[in-house]
């Protein structure tokens, strides 16, 4: 009898454990204020891959929200804006048009993410999810330990790849692999994203 209730506890705790797992997974949305003060609230993002950030004004002034290269652009300033979008990894720094030259100013920042396989040392880099509309190609680099950045794939469609399986260098135990990702659509491009570091163990 204590056997069995010692593994119905296993059970709920691997239950709540992988919910929680599930949980934390989902993809959120960030809210960003688009604000008459003449400013984006708050003035950076930082956001993970397939999260979305809104973009709602508050007052009744004109704004837009223009990416620097414009990857993203709500177009001319207009009253009642109402914005969103999906991301990939990237830095992706913007401004109000018609309010850019006073400060008006954000940046979303998003880091791509590192899932250890199952078994083996390769693992899952991913840096877009279905859906996500900051990016139809992608630049990726790596490197190892404290080495210089060495480029992985060059304007690549794929949302994520599988490091360490069949290349780019063969995988060592107790080395840390480090993953910046630039997002674009033809020539409009954001910046690298945060560095995102993962350990093989």
């Known amino acids: 009898m204590k056997d069995r209730t010692r ?3 296993g059970l709920a705790a691997g239950v709540a454990a992988v919910g929680l797992f599930a949980a934390s997974a ?3 949305t960030r809210n960003v204020d688009v604000n ?3 400013f984006f609230g708050p003035r950076t993002v930082t956001a993970a891959v397939g999260d979305s950030v809104h973009w709602h004004a508050s007052g009744v002034d004109d704004h837009s929200v223009t990416q620097d290269d414009l990857v993203f652009n709500t177009g001319a300033p207009a009253a009642g804006l109402d914005f969103t979008r999906k991301f990939s990894a990237g830095t992706y720094p913007y401004h109000c048009e018609k309010h850019g030259a006073e400060g008006m100013r954000g940046t979303v920042r998003v880091a791509p993410t590192v899932q250890s396989a199952p078994a083996g040392l390769a693992f899952t880099v991913k840096w877009a999810a279905a859906g996500t509309n900051t990016g139809t190609s992608f630049d990726v680099k790596y490197r190892v330990a404290k080495g210089p950045w060495k480029t992985w794939r060059t304007n690549t469609t794929a949302k994520s790849l599988v490091f360490g399986k069949g290349g780019p260098v063969a995988l ?3 080395k840390t692999y480090s993953f910046q990702v630039r997002s674009g659509s033809g020539a409009r491009e954001s910046g690298f ?3 995102k570091s993962f350990r093989a163990s």
Do not use: K, T
Request: net charge positive.
């Open 7 to 9: 593994l119905a506890s």
């Open 26 to 28: 989902v993809a959120a």
């Open 36 to 38: 008459d003060g003449r």
């Open 172 to 174: 060592a135990r107790g």
């Open 193 to 195: 994203s945060p560095v």
